[in-house]
């Protein structure tokens, strides 16, 4: 037996409002159409799913089931129409993430365009179908998706000329504690590394760009800069300060790109730009 998707969402929002009014308004339709809707359901799954007084209609305990099953196959349809979707769309120009901001200089350079996504979301993305390809630090192979090695991101700190480590060829992530540093919100992993690795520091977050640029430029703040943002040239206006590699093995991240095996045909011409065009960053 088939039950119509407009039964159950009627009733999951007389689940959610109560009172058939509210319902038929939260639906848009008349009170008798969700009437006669909720009735024909009863008829059609041939059991009793509310207790019916004197201008009051409420669920029976194989109602409130029925509910909490309508509600999961009500989502289980949803994702199957966003997936389908998304897969199609996939097949035209994949949608491409990454985990970390560094890489975006990367996809700029070869116009693909990318969004930002946490680490912990790479799996369910690729699956869901919602990005063809995920630029992650994290090397994965399961029996539906795998990884191939892209290269590293390199962090340095920006920090100025009359600071008594301005002369040092390299420094470490202890040397820097106790400095408070600004630093933009979205840097992915990078601001997990840079908080545990520092935790004596002071971090002054910036949400905006602009700001962030004119807190360097009006103070003496030190601020972290990558292998990708040097080679891009971002950096300052009448920024005089030095720029150092940090030398701990975890101020260099590898990177991968992940991608579902079935998709492995139409995703490699994409991941082989991007190698090429990541092996030419200094």
Known sequence: MLIDNYLLEELVTFAECKTLSKTAAALNVTQPSITRGLSKLESDLGVKL????????????TGELAVSEAKQLLESNHRFVTSIQAYAKQQETPVICTTAPGPFYILDKIDLQAEQLPEDQVETTLLEHRAGIVLTSQEIFTDAIESL???S???FVNINKFHSLASKKSVSFRELAGLSFVVLDKIGIWSKIIQTEISEAKFLYQANETAFQEIIENSAFPYFSTNFTVDSGVRAFNDD???IPIK???ATLDFYSAYLKTQKKQMTPYIKEIIREWSSVS
């Open 50 to 61: 509310f207790e019916r007084d004197k201008n009051r209609l409420r669920l029976t305990k």
């Open 149 to 151: 090695y892209l290269g």
């Open 153 to 155: 991101e390199r962090l």
């Open 241 to 243: 300060r030095v720029l």
């Open 248 to 250: 701990d093995e975890s």
